[in-house]
Structure formats: structure tokens, C-alpha cells
């Protein structure tokens, strides 16, 4: 009985990991690819009179979307 109740404590440990492993995961891969955007608007806030190009707007805005396509596969 010892045996058995070790081993669901190591598979209920291992378990636990993977959880904290992949939520990590998961909250980095947010930061990077949405922090050009909060960047970008940080900039447009600071410098009224500065005017960034659409297309800079687009690329940033498809880093941010990039993390949505890519969160069911995590």
C-alpha cells in the first residue's frame, strides 16, 4: 500500500509542475507578444504630435494576434 500511495504522490507532483510549467508558458508568450502594442500606444500617448505609420500599427497589432493564434496549441 505504501508503494501505491508514493506513486500517486509523484504523479499528483508531476502533475502540478506541468500545470505551473505550461500557465508560465502561457503568461510569457502574453507579455512578449502583446507588450509592442501597449509600447506602440505608450509612445502615441506621450507624443501627441508623433505620427507613426499605419503599417507600423498593423505589424505591432499582428505580433499581439500572433499569441492568440498560437495559445490553443500551448
Given at each position: 500500500m505504501a508503494a501505491g500511495s508514493s506513486t500517486t504522490q509523484t504523479q499528483?507532483?508531476?502533475i502540478q509542475i506541468n500545470?505551473?510549467?505550461t500557465?508560465?508558458?502561457v503568461s510569457l508568450l502574453?507579455?512578449?507578444t502583446w507588450a509592442?502594442?501597449?509600447v506602440y500606444y505608450l509612445i502615441l500617448n506621450v507624443h501627441l504630435s508623433l505620427t507613426l505609420r499605419e503599417s507600423v500599427?498593423?505589424?505591432v497589432l499582428f505580433i499581439g494576434?500572433?499569441?492568440l493564434c498560437?495559445?490553443?496549441f500551448v
Amino acid at each position: 500500500m505504501a508503494a501505491g500511495s508514493s506513486t500517486t504522490q509523484t504523479q499528483s507532483k508531476y502533475i502540478q509542475i506541468n500545470i505551473v510549467k505550461t500557465m508560465m508558458l502561457v503568461s510569457l508568450l502574453f507579455a512578449i507578444t502583446w507588450a509592442p502594442v501597449q509600447v506602440y500606444y505608450l509612445i502615441l500617448n506621450v507624443h501627441l504630435s508623433l505620427t507613426l505609420r499605419e503599417s507600423v500599427y498593423y505589424a505591432v497589432l499582428f505580433i499581439g494576434y500572433l499569441y492568440l493564434c498560437n495559445n490553443p496549441f500551448v
